[in-house]
């Protein structure tokens, strides 16, 4: 099982705005087509589905049989078809296409009685390959598009299907051993259909050399990440350019600092040369906590650049990272008006 390493940093104090997309109560992580692929044993395209009740089977325990007739297969060995039992979820809407993904089931066992053992294979995800009808684009089953490494968003059947075809192969030769998950702003995140509550949102991807190349424009072309085409032309014209361009740039920092902690599986001389310089980096946040009166600025781009500094081993000096102004703050610290 791939390991997952969530290296993310700071919310990012834009205003929380709305985005049209499906939203749910705090940040939604959402997952990279590339990371379903490579975490998928088996991969098959199909469009009929005839589930079955198991008698007598209760929840949380599955209790369907499904069964798949399968048109492809994208990653392991061909089937004709395939039997799995699940949960009571909808699998499939009518005159739907999907690709449907499992992993190997490690307590398989032929000729069990017990559906959590007597199949070769457990499900775990489905991706939607059949156009979305406006009005079912939030639901369980659909999603407007699903994110690529290098930040599109795909659409289109034939453009996933490339897509995992391409990422099945590279899986043969080179499969990441890890996931990392990245903070964006929830606007980008909203393009594949789906968000969370506050102005950042996260997206897990593959520790390869996409992510390292993803990494490093984040910290030296931020203003290619987030951009004024983010924003739905409603939403534009609700806040005005002058806003949405403030929001963006105060967003960049945060990007950077994103960026520079995703490169931590990443050491070279290259990437330290690169992050040294946000030692003396001036930017600040002026944060609560973790005390009920503590006030402090942190020094968002310092810290990330040390941390991963000091994870590999460079000898640097460790620079002011924040500044208590707890006691500037308190009312004992306020002048007192003149009697």
């Not at 009571?88 to 005159?95: E, G, R, T, V």
Request: one cysteine or more; glycine letters at 4%; hydrophobic letters at 40%.
């Amino acid at each position: 099982m791939p390991q997952r390493t969530s290296i993310c940093f700071l919310l990012l104090p834009l205003l929380a705005l709305a985005s049209p997309a499906f939203a749910q109560i705090g940040p939604y992580t959402a997952t990279t087509l590339e990371v379903y692929v490579d975490q998928a044993d088996l991969i098959v395209r199909a469009q009929a589905v005839v589930t079955t009740p198991i008698p007598g089977a209760q929840s949380p325990a599955p209790t369907l049989t499904t069964v798949l007739g399968i048109r492809e297969t994208l990653k392991g060995d061909p089937l004709p078809s395939l039997t799995f039992a699940s949960h009571d979820l909808q699998l499939s809407k009518p005159n739907a296409e999907y690709l449907y993904l499992f992993r190997k089931n490690p307590q398989f066992q032929r000729d069990s009685a017990d559906p959590a053992t007597a199949y070769p294979f457990t499900f775990t995800g489905i991706i939607q390959l059949s156009p979305v009808p406006a009005t079912e684009q939030y639901s369980v089953l659909s999603y407007k598009g699903y994110f690529t490494t290098d930040l599109h968003v795909l659409d289109k059947a034939e453009d996933i299907l490339a897509a995992v075809r391409a990422e099945a192969a590279r899986n043969l030769k080179s499969p990441p051993d890890k996931i990392l998950s990245i903070g964006l702003p929830t606007l980008i995140i909203g393009h594949a259909g789906r968000s969370g509550d506050g102005s950042i949102n996260y997206l897990t991807l593959p520790v390869d050399d996409r992510l390292q190349t993803l990494a490093h424009r984040m910290i030296s072309h931020t203003d290619e990440i987030f951009t004024a085409d983010d924003y739905s032309p409603d939403l534009f014209a609700k806040l005005g350019p002058d806003r949405v361009a403030a929001n963006i740039k105060s967003s960049q920092p945060f990007i950077r600092a994103e960026g520079i902690s995703a490169l931590q599986p990443f050491k070279s001389d290259a990437n330290i040369a690169l992050i040294k310089p946000f030692l003396n980096d001036p930017f600040k946040v002026l944060t609560r906590g973790p005390g009920p009166q503590q006030v402090r600025n942190v020094y968002t781009l310092r810290t990330a650049a040390y941390t991963v500094l000091h994870a590999w081993n460079v000898p640097v000096d460790k620079p002011i990272l924040e500044e208590d102004l707890t006691a500037q703050s308190s009312p004992d610290s306020q002048p007192r008006p003149t009697p």
